[in-house]
């Protein structure tokens, strides 16, 4: 069974923006690219509904999980830092335990 192909966002676009410009058909695009001209018209047709979206003022659903991730990070690297630390003092105080102990013995 073959594997679907993923195609990136660059890719599609500079594909949909040379159907835009008419450079040439569909079907001779598609095919320098070896893809499906169907493909190529879904991928306009979906571009130009999307496309007032780029001109819309305020934050977009795609920026706000993006600050959402973000805050996600920071606070498990904070949440790293603070393991980290806490670990170090442990062994630091096992380390101090342990000398302790040997000494105690002798």
């Not at 599609?12 to 001209?37: C, F, W």
């Not at 999980?65 to 806490?86: D, F, H, N």
């Not at 380390?95 to 040997?102: F, N, P």
Request: no cysteine; aromatic share 8%.
């Amino acid at each position: 069974m073959k594997k679907r192909t993923r195609y990136s966002a660059e890719f599609k676009t500079q594909v949909v923006l040379k159907v835009l410009r008419e450079e040439d058909t569909v079907n001779a695009i598609a095919s320098e690219y070896g893809i499906s001209p169907v493909m190529v018209s879904r991928w306009k047709k979906e571009f130009l509904e999307r496309a007032p979206e780029i001109f819309v003022a305020g934050t977009s659903d795609a920026e706000k999980e993006l600050e959402q991730e973000r805050q996600r990070i920071e606070r498990l690297e904070q949440k790293v830092g603070q393991l980290t630390y806490e670990l170090d003092w442990v062994k630091k105080k096992e380390t101090e335990i342990a000398e302790r102990r040997r000494r105690n013995r002798r």
